[in-house]
């Protein structure tokens, strides 16, 4: 990598030469309205992190310790309510997404810039109500099963409003992507020629445009039966719970791929670049993504085998289960066969890119055993559970996320981070990160539930190992963090294509100009023609 | 090589694919409501049809017939714009507001015959979907109006022309969506709960 | 003046449907009633959504946005009600 002594400002900032408040709050570049994203989500990240942290010592012992069982309970909800829709679900697609859609397929901005920058705000507008909440904070779980959710004192009903400001901002932003897709892409550039990243935002924003409603007029319904006292979801007055959780899972399933999706468009696009190698199986990997998000919809009940539910669904919803494994499971065998006989570096990006392939399989594969009915009723709502999640969300797109932000940090920015202190916090992060949650597959499967504020004793040894890995990765995160922040300011100038990719965003300026292409780009080829061509000397 | 081939319609193929876009966002909203109506109605068949008795037939269908019409004036005024012709445009907005009006009238006399009779959300599961679905309709029935009002405005400014038009024949497919809405939930409410 | 026509011509058959809808909702025709209901309301939406919404005249790919959200309304309703069903 480029170790260019020169670390003065530049004289072209490119997009971000403008100063001040306004230049950004009215900003309708998507690269701006991208960067907004980024510290909003990564700001969410930390907070809930922190309550992690939180959890995590209080159960170093099995009883009562640091705060109440209420508490416990608020914490864990708040923890997983912000990781899930104020972190996870934008911290891709609205954040690196918006950045890079445009520059990817070449042209100047998304289809509808005005839209895109009312989703920012909106967004900043449910996370204004969903936080004043915290007056009264929640203690359901961030499922928000009812009938509990219908009867806790807890600000349900405010919180029910700002997820669906939440909810409409996210589905804004993947109709401004899917449009953007269709019919703003640089000329000669068909669909086969496109990056991979752009088929995984494509199928996110279409999971996104169509399910998160059912998730909007749920937290109305369930409003609405706080407010007017309706039953829908009351059995007393002849509603029904279980109709909760179909809405609730209808969304909150196929979510899963909104989060997971958009990672492996990044892994995607990183494991050739440093591979110095085509992807294997362009077209398997790209429809394999409509793949997951279609089969996606199809299986929401394994989230509810033990609630209640008829037995022949749960069959039904089981085998069908399994369907998901094939796509993806296509994924990572084409990634792996890109890497058969490349010449691969490991520089940050790509450790975090190979650290998603093999923490996803552990996730994915344990899936499976959540998926089968039988297998499922012993280990659900156990800490299997917990590790089985962990290992897709955080072992998953974290990982993936950390791979794009380290790839594309010197597009954003301009400048080069510190690649030592980046592998240090790799270290960190990926040992802190097992040592934290493989635990919990041994806690699971010795029936460990999860939830609790305590436990048995006997559980004691392996929460301890847990706690203190997770004291390893949040070293990591912050180092990471660290070296980002002091590279923003003074890390050496990035070249404009630091990392030799072959995508169209490496061919314009780092950082970018305000209208992306000084002059919009031809495509004559699909991007991943590495290794075949004559590269340039590595510097 | 985008998918941008000439368009019969007057807005460009970004606006419509944007609009559809959102229409199925609408419709999987209401999917969801109609989803639990589908249930309900199976687990208490006998509810919903004693319940249903109790809504004016009269009232919902003329509603039905106001909002038809409503379709009618606006997808006139939209022809009307691509020909360039202004006034018929805002002749055709006004009517469309005023049948929307109407619409809202009408549902304001049935709610508070209902509120009347003692017949509340809470009253019972047919009743919380009622209000609920007729309700969320209501919302955008208002939203639509709302914007109306705004292509108003700008229509007496003179901003449409048979050039430029994409504003109120995106809004025409939103009201067309609403008008399909209650094409469903007469029947499904109405007709035979 | 052909698309002034058609239109009329549509939101009259459009009110006729629901002159037939409310006329067979004074019937008792058992499950009929609702089938009829239902069959009567599609032809509405279809009438609207063809020449209201210019859906006749439409290229492919905007036709596919108007219809794939069906396939995936029929997920919901078919996965919910298959539990339902087998439940109560």
Known sequence: MADHPNTSLPEDRGYLSEHGFRSWALTMDHKRIGVMYIWTTLGFFVVAGILALLLRLKLLVPGPALFSDHTYNVLFTMHGAMMIFLFIIPAIPSALGNFFIPLLIGCRDVAFPRLNLFSYWIFVAGIAVTVGTLAAPMDTGWTFYTPYSAQTSAAVTALSFGLFLIG?????????????????????????????????????????????????????????????????????????????????????????????????????????????????????????????????????????????????????????????????????????????????????????????????????????????????????????????????????????????????????????????????????VVSGFNVTFFPMFILGMQGMPRRYAEYPAKYQALNVVATVGSWFLALGVIIMFANFIKSLRNGPLAPDNPWRGLTLEWQTTSPPPEENFHEIPTVTDWPYGYGSRNEAPRE | MSDNHEAPNGAPVSARLGIWAFLATELLLFGALFTAYAQFRIT?????????????????????????????????????????????LKVCLSLTLALACGFLFIKYLEWSHDFHMGWFPRTNLFFGLYFMMTGLHGLHVLAGMGVMIWLLYKAQRGSFSAEYNTPVEITGLYWHFVDLVWIYLFPLLYLIG | MAAYKIYFVVWGALLVLTAVTVAVSYLNLGLWNATVALAIASLKAGLVALYFMHLRHEIKLVLGFAIFPFLILGLILVGTLVDAIYRF
């Open chain 1, 168 to 428: 409409m901002s996210s589905i804004l932003t993947g109709l401004n992507f899917i449009v953007t897709i269709h019919t703003m892409r640089a000329p000669g550039m068909g669909w086969y020629r496109m990056p991979l990243f752009i088929w995984a935002m494509y199928a996110t924003s279409v999971i996104q445009v169509l399910s998160t409603p059912v998730i909007g007029i749920t937290f109305l319904l369930l409003a609405a039966e706080r407010v007017f006292g309706i039953g829908f979801f009351d059995p007393a007055k002849g509603g029904d719970p279980l109709l909760f959780q179909h809405f609730f899972w209808f969304y909150s399933h196929p979510v899963v791929y909104v989060m997971i999706l958009p990672a492996m468009g990044i892994v995607s696009e990183v494991v050739p670049v440093f591979a110095r190698k085509p992807i294997f199986g362009y077209k398997a990997i790209a429809y394999s993504a409509l793949a997951i998000a279609l089969i996606g919809f199809l299986v929401w009940g394994h989230h509810m085998f033990v609630s209640g539910m008829s037995t022949v669904a749960g069959v039904i919803f089981s085998f069908l289960t399994f369907f998901v494994a094939v796509p993806t499971g296509m994924k990572i065998f084409n990634w792996i066969a890109t890497l058969y006989k490349g010449s691969i570096t490991f520089e940050s990006p790509m450790l975090y890119a190979l650290s998603f392939i093999f923490l996803f399989i552990i996730g994915g594969l344990t899936g499976l055993f959540l998926g089968a009915l039988a297998t499922d009723v012993h280990v659900h709502d156990t800490y299997f559970l917990v590790a089985h999640f962990h290992y897709t969300m955080m072992g998953g797109t974290v990982m993936g996320l950390f791979a794009g932000l380290h790839y594309w940090f010197p597009k954003m920015t301009g400048r080069m981070f510190n690649e030592t202190w980046a592998k240090s916090a790799w270290w960190l």
């Open chain 2, 44 to 88: 208490h068949a006998e509810l919903f049809h004693q319940e249903h008795l109790k809504l004016n037939r009269v009232l919902g269908a003329l509603n039905t017939l106001v909002l038809l019409t409503s379709s009618l004036t606006i997808a006139i005024g939209i022809a009307a714009i691509r020909r360039g012709l202004q006034k018929l």
